[in-house]
């Protein structure tokens, strides 16, 4: 336990120090965290998913904290919770047996209910949700590996059902930590291989003799194009250099040297060169709820120049990045603003920052912004491993990957 | 543990050098400034634990510390170390993973170069170290400077210490303005970046700065820069800790290490310059630094120790639009307007109508309605009552300000201040609820010297700073009956008067913005000193108080120092003439005087014959005759005395260009007895025929009033020339 926290602790304060920058390496690093805490943890033996659940929310809960503006810790977080959630669920519905499964289900609701009370609405709606759902393409792939696993359960409990409960609960509790871990491991090897789901839909989407234009460096959009050009197909390529990192320099380098028709431009150029382009494929730093997309600082007006030549605007996200908060909030959009020498030499300015004279505050003002906010109505083209989504659609993949009760992961473990 | 490795690293070499890659990387943060420039703040806290945008400097510098890959620290706490040492064991640095921070504490170091020779004899450095204080914000990487540190001491093992220095645009104000220090020269070598050359008092030297003739033999090429920001960052070798072991009087840093090192030429250790280019780096020397650097901060040049990153303890604080940082918990009432690139600290409360602009605010203050305040740092549990107007100060914790005070520009309240109502702070002025110690030192002489007196007197003052504290929280109760106190109608706290001649010296580096004239008045010497230096410096300085030490004073100095020297020579032969002491000792007494005030031998023969004169004239005579008579016996009686500090012939003239002097200004009975005298001077071998000769010639050019004793002794000197004719 002690390690376990140290562990956890050294991780906040890699993420306060903005030691952990990314996204993807973000998310794999916490899943990775969240794996080994939950393994490490000890669990009552009565409602261990309620317990599981609140432990992971006070991990959760301080990693958010540490570096609020690096949505995917929360994502992970989340996904966490709601995997616990499941298991919960399918555990105790194959105990339970087939045939009383919705009230059963509800039964279990139940018992959270009683320890979230405030939340119970939300709960009830989201068992509602649960058991009403259809079943999508997800759901459908998630139950085979459950329905494997359940038998011997209720083989192993299924004389004796209903009184033998508890000494059930102790098989059981091994089970749901083994199975959430199960399915933890199953995320980060979601999260790990994302790009290369991504990257297999390559060829659905470019085309020959096509010009592609992206803007600063991504790492999905690098495997996507290089999946394509694998596949054959001849494509040009315009790289906006993404001041002021000017990651697109590299970005350009690497992608000459895989062997593609690479081009640099300038941010500014994006809009005299959008004419000649095909199609906008760029990365993202989070999907939001509503499908609008949190991006590195300059994609606003490419997707605006975009949007005015009718140019397809495809945003490649792994599912790590969909996160199931809503931008209305100013707290989610954060941005986070760099340190100004990015943009110009400290040295060569420090006249004009000068404070000592005139009226005491500086006169010159640098702004470095890391992200942009890209609405959903300038989005043509979610990219995910799932396959190619609406803008529209994005509100159904978070029903599939968040649970509703852990929407707000910091405001209910501090009620 | 660490005691036991011993001190190899020291040695050099090879060995050095296969440690170098395995020992953990150590820093050594001087938690003491060892000046007074904060004072009075300073007297109740360490400087290190002063909210900088509300987080303590030394977290600034620790965070950046372990960013940069440091493991080990050791910090060095002298004054207040108590209260620093408290604060680290209460706060998360101890403890940490991969990353250890260790106190040493000492109770007489008095600079920092006791403070290295201390952590010398504690053998806990055993390789290449960082060498900081704890008032360094900087975010800077070190792995690049470091590396190249190493691979100079691979080569060159002399290569003791990379300095990190930063561009700054060179204008004429900025050095003043952005930090409140003067202008600083480097000499670099281009090629090596090594450092040749550092004078950061130019200001003093008028504009002109002497090099080494040998510099530019040594050297191919020598790039003189003014545009360098010292960020005070060293890396260091273990060799200079035994350095200054060495050398016991080296105090200070810069001045004394650092020019020791450039000058000394016999040992030949060499010091090399990293220059950042997009990292920030700078230390808080002063209120004006302490300003910038918080605006630097709030600007965002330091990220990520920026307040709404939390780089360490500090509370969760949202940047809001337009630079705004608010912590989670602030009351702000809807009509207060926050203006842009202000801190608020959380639990702070702001009334209705309340203007804030540029300011940091801590946390628990409460601040009430109608008040103003501008570019203002406002520290923790601060409560200012409806009304009051603050622009541009410096508050403490726990001050109370009575509704209706106004603090002018550049005030610093310190501790639990409270000023009373309707009350106005005069500008500049520094109020504490400590007295002000009797004993005033200039403070930018102090912030240079060797100021071993200072601190003794902060330490003992710090001590009696709690009990003294104790004594007015009693009295306070008195003091609200009390009718007026020093700062307005119930207030408690004591301004202190700024030290004579100080006064103008104090926007220099106050965290008030430089006024109009002031500035107009820098540009204006700033350009003057380069017509200065274009046309042959005949031009008259112009006065101000930029040159403090401008041509005319130091001429005055010099006066000062021997007339000075005169009297104690005088007083020193006077003894020997009543109690016997023997010529040799009187030699011994003199020579000593003379090196203590660094004068020429030539002063001594003058002062030495003026005594002799003074004595003369002071034993009772009658008659002008008499007088003669009382100066030959002196003179027969200290012959040889005399004769000792006449060499040669320059110290010949300078006696009587002296005895002229005298003639001419001080003892007006001599001018009669002139040539007598210069006769009887002659006879008894004293002065050459040669000296009086050339005298004589010299004086020939000169202004006719001067003549008046050239024409007496007219006669004499035709005789002299002809004797010595003849004897041709």
């Known amino acids: ?415 | 543990m660490v005691a036991k490795k011993g001190n190899k690293g020291g040695m050099g070499g090879e060995d050095a050098e296969e440690e170098l890659t395995r020992v953990p990387l150590q820093a050594i943060l001087l938690a003491d400034s060892f000046a007074t420039l904060f004072r009075p703040i300073t007297l109740e806290r360490p400087k290190v634990l002063l909210p900088l945008v509300n987080a303590p400097m030394i977290d600034y510098t620790l965070a950046w510390l372990e960013s940069a890959g440091v493991d080990e620290v050791f910090v060095f706490c002298c004054a207040h170390s108590k209260q620093v040492i408290d604060y680290l064991e209460n706060s998360k640095w101890f403890g940490q993973p991969n990353f250890s921070v260790t106190t040493i504490e000492s109770y007489n170091s008095t600079s920092a170069g006791d403070a290295l020779r201390l952590i010398y004899e504690k053998h806990v450095i055993r390789g290449d170290f960082i060498l900081v204080t704890g008032d360094t914000v900087s975010n800077m990487p070190l792995t690049q400077a470091l590396k190249e540190h190493k691979e100079r001491r691979r080569k060159d093992s002399n290569a003791v210490m990379t300095m990190v220095i930063k561009q700054s645009k060179s204008s004429p104000i900025t050095h003043q303005s952005r930090l409140g220090t003067e202008e600083l020269f480097m000499a670099i070598d281009p090629e090596t970046k090594q450092l040749l050359y550092y004078e950061d008092k130019a200001a003093a030297l008028k504009g002109t700065i002497s090099l080494d003739k040998a510099l530019l033999m040594d050297n191919s090429s020598i790039s003189l820069h003014n545009d360098k920001q010292d960020c005070y960052i060293d890396i260091c070798s273990p060799e200079v800790l035994s350095l200054f072991t060495d050398n016991f009087d080296y105090q200070h840093l810069r001045r004394h290490f650092v020019k020791g090192l450039l000058v000394d030429d016999i040992m030949g250790y060499k010091i090399f310059t990293h220059e950042i280019h997009s990292s920030y780096a700078a230390r808080i020397d002063n209120y004006r630094s302490y300003d910038t650097i918080s605006k630097d901060i709030i600007q965002r040049w330091t990220y990520p120790l920026v307040p709404d990153v939390q780089f360490f303890g500090n509370s969760v604080t949202k940047l809001e639009r337009q630079g705004m940082y608010r912590a989670s918990d602030v009351e702000l009432s809807r009509s207060a307007k926050i203006g842009p690139f202000t801190v608020i600290g959380s639990g702070t409360k702001i009334g209705n109508y309340t203007e804030v602009s540029n300011s940091v605010i801590g946390e628990g203050c409460v601040i009430g309605s109608d008040v103003s305040i501008d570019g203002c740092y406002i520290w923790d549990k601060v409560t200012i009552e409806d009304g009051c107007k603050l622009k541009h100060a410096i508050v403490c914790d726990g001050v109370i300000m009575k509704s209706g005070a106004v603090l002018e520009a550049g005030v610093v309240l310190s501790f639990k201040v409270i000023i009373g109502s309707r009350f106005v702070v005069p500008a500049y002025s520094k109020v504490s609820l400590l007295q002000q110690p009797v004993k005033q030192d200039s403070d930018e002489e102090l912030e240079y010297a060797d100021n071993s007196s200072g601190n003794i007197e902060i330490a003992t003052l710090s001590n009696a700073a709690e009990k003294l504290e104790e004594e007015l929280r009693t009295e306070l109760s008195d003091s609200q009956i009390q009718s007026v106190s020093e700062v307005g109608n119930g207030g408690a706290g004591f301004i202190w008067s700024v030290s004579e001649g100080g006064h103008d010296e104090e926007w220099r580096h106050s965290v008030a913005p430089i006024p109009m004239d002031r500035l107009v008045e820098i540009i204006k010497n700033a350009t003057d000193e380069l017509d200065i230096s274009n046309e042959d410096g005949n031009i008259l300085p112009p006065s101000g108080e930029l040159e403090p030490d401008s041509v005319n004073d130091s001429d005055e100095d010099v006066r000062d120092d021997s007339v000075q020297f005169e009297k104690e020579v005088e007083a020193t032969f006077l003894r020997a003439v009543n109690e016997n002491v023997k010529e040799d000792h009187v030699i011994l007494e003199v020579n000593s005087l003379r090196l203590s005030y660094n004068l020429a031998a030539t002063d001594c023969a003058g002062a030495l014959f003026y005594a002799m004169m003074k004595l003369a004239l002071d034993a009772p005579h009658g008659s002008p005759g008499e007088l003669v008579k009382n100066v030959a016996a002196v003179i027969t009686k200290w012959n040889k005395l005399l004769k000792y500090y006449l060499p040669s012939i320059d110290e010949e003239i300078e006696v009587i260009l002296k005895f002229e002097e005298m003639c001419l200004e001080s003892t007006k009975e001599y001018s009669t007895l002139f040539v007598q005298i210069l006769h009887l001077l002659y006879d008894k071998d004293i002065l050459e025929e040669d000296a009086i000769l050339n005298w004589a010639s010299e004086k020939e050019e000169a202004d006719e009033s001067d003549k008046l004793l050239l024409k007496q002794a007219e006669k004499f000197i035709q005789w002299l020339n002809e004797a010595s004719e003849e004897e041709e």
């Open chain 1, 1 to 415: 336990m002690p390690d376990v926290q140290s562990m956890v602790n050294e991780f906040v304060i890699k993420l306060k120090k903005r030691k952990v920058e990314g996204s993807k390496s973000t998310a794999k690093l916490t899943a990775e965290l969240l794996r080994s805490f939950i393994s490490q943890q000890r669990l009552p033996h009565s409602n261990q998913a309620g317990a599981l659940i609140d432990a992971v929310k006070a991990v959760g809960e301080k990693l958010i904290a540490a570096n609020p503006v690096e949505l995917a810790v929360g994502n992970v977080v989340r996904r966490v919770l709601h995997i616990i959630r499941e298991e919960d669920l399918s555990l105790t519905t194959a105990a339970v047996g087939g045939l009383s499964l919705a009230a059963e289900s509800d039964d279990e609701n139940d018992t959270e209910q009683d320890d979230h009370p405030v939340l119970s609405a939300t709960a009830v709606a989201a068992a509602a949700r649960n058991a009403l759902r259809p079943p999508s393409l997800q759901t459908l792939l998630e139950d085979i590996p459950h329905s494997a696993v359940a038998p011997p359960t209720s083989s192993s409990g299924g004389d004796s059902e209903g009184k033998s409960k508890s000494a059930d609960k102790n098989s059981m509790t091994r089970k749901l930590k083994h199975n959430v871990i199960e399915a933890v491991n199953e995320l980060i090897q979601e999260i790990s291989t994302c790009h290369e789901q991504i990257a297999e839909q390559a060829v659905e989407h470019i085309h020959h003799n096509e010009v592609i234009l992206t803007l600063g460096s991504s790492r999905t959009v690098m495997e996507f194009l290089c999946a394509a050009k694998e596949k054959k197909r001849s494509f040009r390529v315009f790289v906006a250099e993404g001041a002021p990192r000017y990651q697109g320099h590299a970005f350009a380098k690497e992608l000459a040297g895989r062997g593609l028709q690479t081009t640099v431009i300038t941010d500014s150029a994006v809009f005299a060169m959008i004419s000649r382009v095909n199609m906008v494929i760029v990365g993202a730093h989070a999907v939001m709820a509503n499908g609008g997309v949190i991006a590195p600082v300059g994609l606003n007006m490419v997707a605006l120049a975009a949007q005015r030549h009718a140019v397809p605007f495809v945003v490649l996200a792994g599912v790590h990045k969909l996160c199931p908060l809503y931008p209305h909030n100013p707290e989610v959009l954060l941005n986070e603003l760099k340190s100004p020498s990015e943009l110009l030499d400290f040295g060569e300015f420090s006249d004009c920052l000068d404070v000592g004279s005139g009226t005491g505050s500086p006169l010159l003002h640098v702004v470095n912004p890391a992200f942009d906010y890209v609405p959903p109505n300038l989005v043509n083209l979610f990219i995910t491993d799932t396959g190619g989504h609406n803008p529209s659609y994005i509100y159904r993949l978070i029903a599939d990957y968040y649970s509703a009760d852990d929407l707000v992961v910091r405001r209910k473990s501090a009620s």
